[in-house]
């Protein structure tokens, strides 16, 4: 039996991106609201949601201080179960953004716990005195500067955990206290209907629980990177035991930042831990077909092991975009129909699309502590500036937003836009696309070959990761490409960076 979340299409918002309503520059959640007619048109299935909850912004709602309410810029309460029922009507999903790993410092358990160590929530966050020498715990190293992940109190004298922001303490999940305040937190969301959520770095909820130093050499990695233990199985089967007692079947998709293939797969357990997990490779290889062949490989030998359905993901609001990071739309292109014609569950970045590239920001512009500002400007609806926000937006638009606005490339049948559409339209018509076997196809140098198997169905996918011009053994009716109109016959001639995918011909 197939879950709905093995083959639906799942589109990742930034809500302060996306569209405002009210034109404060904020996109928000009646933007979203009046924008489902065009995601119904592009073809997703899912929505999914980065954070709404309100927050200071140290890091953009990632640092809640509530987690059972609205971000009063986004909307309220009543606006978001409207937005759900709405979602529902047109037969898609929403998922939402869970960040359990740390709240804000803000948020009302911290501001208890750093009052006093007899605080009934000192123990909901990671406290530690200090090193004999004075300093730090241990030597774990925060994300994104090379910065000790611990930070003095000076009222209670004692060092608190933060794998991020000095903004964003940990929560400590040793303590079961933590576990039912949070479960209450899903619950809470799961009573409002909705389909699921995306767990932010959930390798992180396990902590070592001696906490000993990070070894020396890989400390400039960040203790983000580095985590990864054994006692997160039961956390993950305990969450999972709370989701899913609903019985909408919510999809439990993890952020497991470990950027390895084999133990992301462990985070799926025996089919009782995550549904999904992010497997971020891809995101860190250039793009050849070397590259890629081993990347796949990989998902086939640790994923099938354990069979647990893979995802796939070029773009997301913490890496530069795939047009930048390919230095060239043509790629981006091939790339996506590579993502939406794999075994799994592909995730789109809003704006991916429309083949938007990163912000170009002055250092003086960049205001995320991460530095991820690029790939999180906001979507040019319309051609003329201020490209559909009534009175401009937050931050500037992305590169090009004359010509890669929706208004024109709705119209233009050869744009990104109907190329992902015209992808997601073949993914509902094709079974063998949604949840057929993948074989490997044998494919000259520089193109990757694989055929997608259904009962009868039959669909073969050609790509070249070259700027040449390639021959292949095949041929069939195009029934997309990124290089020329549908519905020719395909003589085996692949084109410059063209991704093709065909109905072959049977032999006679
Ligand atoms: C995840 C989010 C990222 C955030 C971090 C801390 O990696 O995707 O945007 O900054 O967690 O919550
Ligand atoms: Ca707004």
Redesign the pocket.
């Known amino acids: 039996m197939r879950s709905w979340w093995q083959e639906a299409v799942i589109y990742q918002i930034y809500p302060r991106s996306f569209a405002?309503?009210?034109?404060?520059?904020?996109?928000?959640l009646?933007?979203i609201l009046d924008h489902l007619d065009y995601l119904e048109w592009l073809g997703v299935d899912c929505l999914w949601l980065t954070p709404i909850y309100p927050s200071p912004m140290a890091d953009f709602s990632y640092d809640v201080s509530n987690y059972t309410d609205v971000w009063p810029?986004f909307g309220d309460l009543a606006l978001f179960d409207e937005l759900v029922a709405q979602v529902h009507e047109r037969h898609m999903r929403i998922v939402l953004d869970w960040v359990p790993n740390h709240t804000s410092s803000e948020h009302p358990w911290f501001q208890d716990a750093r009052s006093s160590r007899d605080s009934a929530f000192r123990d909901f966050y990671v406290w530690k005195d200090s090193a004999p020498d004075g300093g730090p715990p241990n030597n774990w190293v925060r994300s994104w500067v090379n910065e000790p992940a611990w930070t003095f109190d000076q009222q209670t004298q004692q060092w608190y955990l933060h794998c991020f922001l000095p903004e964003q303490p940990d929560l400590n999940w040793a303590n079961p206290a933590v576990r039912t305040a949070m479960a209450d937190t899903l619950c809470f969301w799961l009573d409002r209907g909705v389909d699921g959520f995306r767990m932010d770095v959930i390798h992180l909820l396990a902590k070592d629980p001696e906490f000993g130093d990070d070894p020396e050499d890989l400390k400039v990695l960040s203790h983000v990177v580095l985590n990864h233990r054994e006692e997160i199985h039961p956390i993950l089967r305990e969450i999972r035991s709370v989701v899913k007692s609903y019985e909408n079947d919510p999809v439990m998709v993890g952020e497991v930042y470990l950027i390895d293939a084999s133990l992301v797969a462990s985070y799926h357990g025996n089919g009782d831990e995550l549904d999904l997990a992010f497997n971020f490779e891809p995101m860190f290889r250039p793009f050849t077909a070397e590259a890629w062949r081993e990347i796949i490989d990989r998902v086939i030998e640790h994923f099938d092991a354990r069979q647990a359905w893979p995802t796939w993901v070029l773009n997301n609001h913490d890496a530069p975009r795939s047009v930048t990071r390919f230095r060239s739309l043509e790629r981006a292109r091939a790339a996506a129909v590579m993502v939406c014609t794999l075994r799994g569950t592909p995730f789109l970045f809003q704006g991916e699309e429309l083949g938007l590239e990163n912000a170009a920001l002055e250092g003086g512009e960049v205001i995320d502590p991460g530095f991820r500002d690029g790939a999180r400007a906001p979507i040019p609806w319309k051609s003329a500036a201020p490209h559909g926000w009534p009175n401009g937006a937050w931050m500037q638009f992305p590169p090009d937003g004359e010509t890669k606005a929706v208004e024109v490339q709705r119209q233009d049948p050869t744009s990104t836009l109907s190329i992902y559409r015209a992808l997601l339209q073949l993914r509902r018509e094709h079974k063998a696309l949604r949840r057929g076997s993948f074989s490997w196809l044998e494919s000259p140098e520089g193109v990757l070959s694989w055929q997608r198997r259904e009962e009868e169905q039959l669909v073969e996918v050609h790509l070249n990761f070259t700027r040449d011009v390639v021959a292949v053994e095949a041929r069939g009716e195009v029934l997309l490409s990124t290089g020329r109109d549908h519905a020719e016959v395909f003589d085996g001639s692949l084109r410059a960076y063209e991704a093709i995918v065909m109905r072959p011909t049977t032999a006679p």
């Open positions: 405002d309503s009210n034109g404060d520059g904020i996109g928000d009646q933007g810029l």
